[in-house]
């Protein structure tokens, strides 16, 4: 029998993990995440890992496997996720892939070009620079070592300008040698489901997730991660806002309002992204029975 991989995908705070566990069970299956951050070990509040009942519930792959001292990028969730669909795909007939981000939902479906890994130390220089003398430095070295790419990156993703940095560093050629952007064949069959709100109503239910945060502990989590506020897998949103209110910058409300509107631009964002995929069925979370249906058809 061919195998699938079922993607179950959508913006922060839509309502992936409560359906994904209802489709895991109905296909007798297991879930693999693609949440670049709820791989951490050390955050769990302010990545809405799933709850202890819902890991109980269906195994869990890519669920606080890693720890934030790891490099972990999107080319080591492809080739960490591949090897671990080929391991279950000898007992399955579907997987659940789960998440919302989507550079890694893209290198497990699609493929990424093979990227040298990063020096530690190279790292954590370009990072302190990235802190002392603000991401402007970076995007004139990058403009200075990749005009290509420079002219191609989003210049307000600071994440994307320092990996490139990074990168022409690490290997003494310009980042936009090294991307094919070529697609890979997989040898499994890919249904993809977007899971999407009206605006309004994923807002709010953005606002009120974030308060649920900071009432189990959110800011103490952040306090724990405080003194590595520079490695990149803490630069999301939820913590490096309570970074800047810890550093004394912002006071708290100021702290727990960015984080409200920097999640709904990320939400924004991320839907801009998947709209471009024509592959996926879009749907409302409460439309389970028509999920299903879907899913049956496709399979």
Known sequence: MSKTLIVLLGPTGVGKTDLSIKIAQHFNTVISSSDSRQVYREMSIGTAVPEKEQLEAVKHHFIHTHSIHDYFSSWECEQQT???LDHLFKTK???LLVGGSMMYIDAICNGIDEIPTIDPDLRNEVAERAQKEGIESL?????KLDPVFYDQVDLKNAKRVIHAVEVCLMTGKPYSELRTNTKKKRDFNIVKVGLNRDRAELYARIN??????MKEGLLEEAETLFEYRHYNSLNTVG????FEYLEGNIN?????ELIKRNSRRYAKRQLSWFNRDKEIE???PDQEKEIMQYLKRQL
């Open 208 to 213: 009120l997730r974030v308060d649920l945060m």
């Open 139 to 143: 995007r004139i070295q990058l403009k």
């Open 282 to 284: 879009w749907f409302h």
């Open 252 to 256: 708290l409300d100021e702290a727990i």
């Open 93 to 95: 007939n579907e997987v």
């Open 82 to 84: 591949l090897d671990l």
């Open 239 to 242: 913590y490096k806002e309570l």
